[in-house]
């Protein structure tokens, strides 16, 4: 399996609080991606990285910030959570670009109260 | 946009059967690969098998197999003998080859096997 992490597995917040989600590699790979997971829609796709302190919105972006000042880490952040981010989220890591197979961590289950 | 669209959102087959999870895909871009990914109850995110969309031939991973007609955007996947530990949600996934890999999904087919 892949060496990746995600912390926290699972938390439960308030409506406006800050909340921060960690991903963690140990595989070096150059791209990192956070997906929100919710029904009916699959996965979908946040922010992504393409090297250390360079990242881009995916389809779903609104709400979050990403930050990756280190190659192992990538950081989502809801600056303040709403009741619409309760869902479970994946980051996933891929080593180049459409030619490798992407791998994704364990997910952290959100529930924002 | 690109669109994946599973139609089948539940199947149900007895075990050491076959059975075909429907996936079509929207795009007019030419380049670029296909997924099929499962998603047991533990949550984790496997990937099953992948195809090309420059190969003529279809992907073969074991008990696992698809059938990709790329004119008509159609992308199936077929689980021979099936097995209880294939029960999961599945997923297919599109993916440009160029940049970043933005995997787009379908919202998923929950499989399940009856003994």
């Known amino acids: 399996d892949a060496g990746i992490t995600q912390s926290p597995r699972h938390k439960v917040t308030e409506t406006g609080t800050p909340v921060t989600l960690r991903c963690h590699q140990t595989?070096?790979?150059?791209?990192m991606y956070w997906y929100r997971q919710d029904p009916g829609h699959g996965l979908r796709l946040i922010h992504y990285s393409y090297g250390v302190k360079d990242t881009d919105k995916g389809e779903v972006s609104d709400g979050y910030s990403v930050s990756r000042s280190k190659t192992e880490d990538f950081l989502l952040t809801l600056e303040s959570a709403t009741s619409s981010q309760t869902s479970v989220y994946f980051c996933a890591i891929s080593a180049q670009t459409s030619t490798d197979t992407q791998y994704f961590g364990p997910g952290t289950r959100l529930t924002v109260l | 946009a690109q669109t994946v669209t599973q139609s089948q959102p539940e199947m149900s087959v007895q075990e050491a059967e076959t059975v075909t999870l429907s996936c079509t895909y929207d795009t007019s871009e030419s380049d670029y690969y296909l997924f099929w990914y499962k998603q047991p109850p533990s949550r984790q995110m496997i990937l099953v098998i992948r195809q090309e969309a420059y190969k003529q031939q279809n992907a073969t991973e074991n008990r696992f197999s698809v059938n990709f007609q790329k004119a008509a955007k159609s992308f199936s996947l077929k689980i021979s003998d099936s097995q209880l530990g294939d029960a999961a949600m599945y997923f297919c996934a599109w993916v440009l080859i160029q940049g970043a890999q933005k995997l787009v999904f379908g919202q998923g087919t929950r499989l399940t096997i009856n003994p």
């Open positions: 595989e070096n790979h150059r791209y």
